[in-house]
């Protein structure tokens, strides 16, 4: 199943097997012994930031991804990692659980992701998100956790996954080192941030 979440294409949802096995534009899949290699033939458009993981037909490697989470260790750094998630389509992999009934077994289901950080909404809240954390930790050590689950809940229907699903690992984190001697604040756990991106705009505008 590959779907367009969202009408406008901020959103879309690809379970694992069909990604294996039709790979959208920009990617090739080669099957190994145990499993496959995924690889990103236009960095220029995609940011890949999945770790390897096991999946019903084996283990499957994102070849030159950072995985979920990016470290930075200075501001050319960063620079260049805010960039690539302001002019490129954003990929994932997530997990869902139906919602069943007490006692009854969920079996997540493996998806990958994709968010468009080119569209006009999701980069004005990746700006205000990364710029509020920026300006709130002044130079320090920070992390900051960006979560897609509110997009994937507003814009995935139950006839595209299924019975409405709980959304698992669905988000990134961004870890700034700073070269301060002393960085109290990141020692004591006061610099972790976390924003949220949506799929749709409030009725309220």
């Not at 998630?85 to 079996?107: D, F, G, M, N, T």
């Not at 990134?172 to 070269?179: E, I, P, V």
Request: charged letters at 30%; a positive charge; proline letters at 5%.
């Amino acid at each position: 199943m590959t779907a367009e979440a969202s009408p406008s294409g901020r959103v879309t949802v690809t379970e694992v097997g069909q990604f294996l096995k039709s790979p959208p534009e920009g990617f090739s899949v080669e099957a190994l012994g145990s499993g496959f290699r995924v690889d990103n033939k236009d960095g220029a458009r995609n940011l890949v930031l999945i770790d390897e993981f096991e999946s019903g037909s084996g283990r499957v490697v994102f070849h030159n991804s950072p995985g979920r989470k990016v470290k930075m260790q200075n501001l050319w750094e960063y620079s260049s990692v805010r960039k690539s998630l302001l002019s490129k389509r954003i990929y994932l992999r997530v997990s869902a659980c139906e919602q069943r009934a007490p006692h009854q077994p969920r079996v997540p289901r493996q998806y990958v992701v994709s968010v468009d950080g080119r569209d006009p909404f999701i980069r004005w809240q990746l700006e205000r998100g990364l710029d509020r954390t920026i300006s709130s930790v002044a130079g320090e050590s920070y992390r900051v956790d960006i979560d897609l689950t509110e997009a994937l809940e507003s814009s995935v229907t139950e006839d595209l996954v299924g019975r409405k699903p709980v959304w698992r690992d669905a988000s990134f984190t961004l870890k700034y080192h700073s070269d301060a001697l002393f960085d109290f604040p990141h020692w004591f756990g006061f610099s972790k941030r976390r924003f949220k991106l949506r799929a749709t705009k409030s009725s309220c505008g």
